[in-house]
């Protein structure tokens, strides 16, 4: 559920290690990407996930405004990005200044 690199530190993960990242335009239970934004960043959705003692309470679900359901980490909804093809791989970092990987110790940010 967690990874580390240099330069990005730790991160939040599916249970394949492939990243999550959050939108920092979404709002806590309000998710910001629709239509065209979900074809690069799809929802993360997990009706249970497996997280870390500790941290497994901060992850919730939401429906969003188009009926879908999708998972929250504090409240905020997470994605994967469309470009990031392998385990480990974190191109969707900063992209437009507005997507990140979401470091459970500082998230969110304040």
Known sequence: MFQGKAGIGKYLTDTEGKALYQFKKDSPG??????????????????????????KEDFGTITREDGKKQTT???????????????????GQGVNSVWYVINPDNFPPK
């Open 30 to 55: 309000t998710s910001a990407c629709t239509g065209p934004c979900l074809e690069k960043w799809p929802i993360y959705y997990r009706e249970t996930v497996a997280a870390p003692k500790g941290i």
């Open 73 to 91: 980490f504090r409240g905020y909804p997470l994605y994967y990005w469309n470009n990031d093809k392998k385990t480990g791989e974190t191109t």
